[in-house]
């Protein structure tokens, strides 16, 4: 993954889609349905690090985001969607991804494995994370899944707030008031 | 994709909400080898456990008129079923009023080619419902023209195929038709089979 410098990753792979699809050939997603696992591996290169990003905003486990990334990648090479434009496939992979992290999650927090994460200690403030005395883990904690999506697409990869609205099902307007919300809640948690 | 988009600048504490995720998020854990994740998958068993359905409503699939109770029919153009083609497939349109989504539960699928209730559609994306084969169903966004009359936010998009039992968790819970709750019957054996 290239970075630039706010830390954001480029999708650069979605350059070799396009030129897959320049040549005249066959778009990725339909070379993943012939089980072309040269196709898939591109694809994995290209969009497993945010996805794995994602999940863990969403679920704050690693181990449930790897699963989460794990069991999306195992649908699309099991039953690959009718997309009729692969650059649709990112939003899809994300959608899927998301899915997966919040249904793992549910399933731990109804587990046993509850008592280990409430019985986990205080992690210590990071002073990496530029906001002083905030300990962000524990702001994630008090917010819902599909909340902490929201952040983790806007923030963490770096969508707008259109991109938002169609990878949610949402207007433009709708993301734009759900994150002024979510913002004003974050910083009254942070000041608490 | 970057975090810097001409209409939407950061305020300070934005940034540093975003600096904040974005070194707790990444994680060199989290970083695998494509090949690692592709021998994962092809190590997987074939079995469709990640997304089955709970037996009583998989058991409902054949029960398409039941599992569609609650929703309302659109009257289209004159008499004309309403009707939309995406991807080459020809769908029934109606109001989803009775089904409720959350955000992430549906994902951009493509767009209607061709339909002849244009005014009820705010635009022509369609979205595929999590859990739901699209052959089957879609949701697009409605008009508010559409809204207006018949309340909701989404038009379904009904295509051919056995059933839509797999919209049974979007119903909103006073409109979950008795095909989602009703427990599979218990078949009988015949007596041939006997007990041991």
């Known amino acids: ?110 587990g046993a494995i509850l008592e280990h994460r409430s019985a986990r200690p205080e992690p210590a403030p990071r002073p990496d994370l530029g906001i002083e005395r905030v300990d962000l883990e524990r702001v994630l904690d008090r917010i819902s899944p599909d909340e902490r999506e929201l952040l983790g697409l806007r923030y963490v990869l770096g969508m707008s707030s259109p991109e938002i609205a169609t990878q949610l099902g949402l207007s433009a307007e709708g993301v734009r008031t759900r994150l002024r919300r979510l913002l004003a809640r974050l910083r009254l948690e942070m000041d608490r | ?51 089955l359905m709970p037996a009583g409503i998989a058991a409902a699939v054949l029960l398409i008129a039941a599992g569609l109770a609650g929703i309302r029919g659109l009257e289209g153009s004159g008499l004309q079923v309403a009707r939309a083609t995406v991807d080459g497939v020809i769908y029934g349109v109606s109001a989803g009023t009775s089904l409720a989504f959350a955000p992430g539960d549906l994902m951009p699928m493509g767009q209607v080619s061709e339909t002849n209730a244009e005014d009820y559609f705010a635009d022509r994306t369609v979205y595929a419902i999590n859990g739901v084969d699209p052959r089957r169903a879609l949701v697009a966004r409605q008009s508010n023209q559409a809204t207006s009359a018949w309340g909701g936010e989404y038009l379904l998009l009904v295509g051919p195929g056995p059933g839509t039992a797999d919209l049974c968790p979007y119903y909103e819970p006073e409109a979950v038709p008795d095909s989602c709750v009703r427990e599979p019957p218990v078949r009988e054996l015949p007596d041939w089979a006997g007990s041991p």
């Open chain 1, 1 to 110: 993954m290239k970075r630039i410098a706010g830390g954001v990753h480029l999708g650069y792979v979605d350059a070799s889609l396009m030129t897959a699809n320049k040549g005249g050939s066959v778009g990725i997603l339909a070379r993943v349905a012939r089980r072309d696992h040269l196709a898939f591996t591109r694809l994995v290169e290209a969009h497993d690090a945010d996805m794995a990003r994602l999940c863990f905003v969403i679920c704050g486990d690693l181990e449930l985001a790897r699963d989460a990334t794990q069991n999306a990648w195992h649908r699309l090479w099991r039953d690959p969607p009718r997309l009729n434009d692969d650059r649709r496939l990112r939003s899809w992979l994300l959608t899927v991804a998301a899915n997966e992290a919040r249904q793992l999650a549910r399933r731990r927090r109804r």
């Open chain 2, 1 to 51: 994709m970057t975090t810097d988009h001409p209409h939407e600048e950061m305020t300070p504490f934005e940034r540093q909400v975003a600096d904040a995720l974005q070194s707790y998020a990444d994680r060199p854990e989290l970083l695998r080898s494509a090949g690692e994740v592709a021998a994962n998958v092809r190590a997987a068993p074939s079995g469709r456990r990640w997304w």
